[in-house]
């Protein structure tokens, strides 16, 4: 049976848009410490996630929502390579930036991203298309999972050498699942994250910032001057919230005590201005972004447009939870940024982009093709 339907997905766009906006003030508000600090940086991050993140991105996912899906399978392998060219660019001296010891940003005329979110996105498209392709020879080992492990090892080796192992965590996450739901058998899967849990052992072991950060989740109380702070003032922050929260603009973690408020610990912020309430009301939008992404995934019409809204909601989905259970000392810190909240621009208009994308597919929901 074929249905017509020409309009966007309108529960999902007001889902993002609500979690977009919330972001933006939360943002403002937990990027008052900065402001207390130095106004001219303020107002340089100010300007690099509202206007470049904010302003193109809602074009861009406009610009997204009307192009057909089509397009992107098209051109997947060419954006997948661009996503790796632009990464490992960090490593060129005059284009790169340097930052507590990392290397994962590029600097274009003043203006730093981080190009992993452009590799996280191609990788999604790319794999789709790939999936998508060889149909159901994915049961087949030769072209489902080793392909995978192929495109993941030259992954984790351009962000092992950064490092920067939270993206390369989630690309695994994402792979899996895609690979799980185009039809790859269970005990395939099963092997494949045995070896990786494998190397993602050897790696903590091999890695003293990885361990430290293993052994200040199993026990928080250590090294709380060091290791354990930004764990520590992010659970203080959490619980001073109380269940109402101490008001909009109120939290006191911002100021010095909580590292990067605008960024890796922001759902601290929003746990403490907004309260068990408010944060919980954050997750539930999540909850509801991810469960009406799949509902338009099951609904897509075809393979590629199916596991391309699959992975998207999968990447940004698991991206907020890991940050969430990160910031409430349920995972290990990561350092992953919130989704549409957390301090990146440039990931704040990708993001949008891919979301452009999953409503382009929503219009083809229930068609045959």
């Not at 997947?76 to 940003?105: D, K, M, N, Q, Y």
């Not at 290990?332 to 990146?344: A, D, I, N, R, W």
């Amino acid at each position: 049976m074929r249905t017509k339907q020409k309009k966007v997905d309108k529960f999902f766009l007001t889902t993002v848009l609500i979690l977009v906006f919330t972001g933006v003030a939360m943002f403002i508000s937990a990027s008052l410490g900065i402001l207390d600090k130095n106004k001219e940086i303020f107002y340089s991050v100010l300007f690099n996630q509202l206007v470049l993140g904010l302003g193109l991105g809602l074009l861009f996912m406009y610009i997204a929502s009307r192009i057909n899906y089509k397009f992107w399978r098209k051109y997947s392998l060419l954006i997948f390579l661009g996503g790796i060219l632009l990464t490992l660019a960090v490593f060129i001296p005059s284009l790169g930036l340097s930052h507590g010891g990392a290397e994962r940003w590029l600097n274009f005329g003043g203006v730093s991203f981080q190009p992993v979110e452009a590799l996280k996105f191609g990788f999604v498209i790319y794999f789709a298309a790939w999936l998508s392709f060889i149909k159901n020879k994915v049961e087949d080992i030769r072209w489902g999972i080793l392909p995978f492990l192929g495109m993941f090892a030259i992954i984790a080796l351009i962000l092992l050498k950064q490092p920067d192992t939270k993206s390369l965590i989630l690309i695994c996450i994402v792979g899996i699942a895609m690979l799980f739901v185009s039809g790859v058998p269970v005990k395939y899967l099963f092997g494949s994250l045995i070896i990786l849990s494998i190397l993602f052992g050897v790696l903590v072991f091999a890695k003293p910032y990885l361990k430290e950060r293993v052994k200040t989740f199993i026990d928080p109380t250590q090294n709380a001057q060091s290791s354990s702070y930004q764990i520590r003032q992010s659970l203080i922050a959490l619980g001073s919230g109380g269940i109402f929260g101490r008001g909009y603009g109120q939290s006191v973690q911002k100021f010095t005590y909580l590292p990067e408020a605008q960024g890796d610990s922001i759902f601290a912020v929003v746990g403490e201005e907004l309260g068990f309430l408010g944060a919980t009301g954050i997750v539930i939008l999540y909850l509801f972004f991810i469960f009406r992404g799949f509902r338009i995934s099951s609904r897509a019409p075809d393979l590629f447009s199916r596991l391309l809204v699959f992975g998207i909601v999968i990447l940004i989905g698991a991206q907020a939870f890991m940050h969430i259970a990160s910031v409430a000392g349920v995972f290990p810190l990561t350092g992953v940024p919130l989704p549409f909240m957390s301090h990146g621009g440039t990931s704040l208009m990708i993001y949008l982009v891919a979301i452009g994308i999953v409503l382009q597919v929503s219009k083809h929901q229930g068609k045959s093709s």
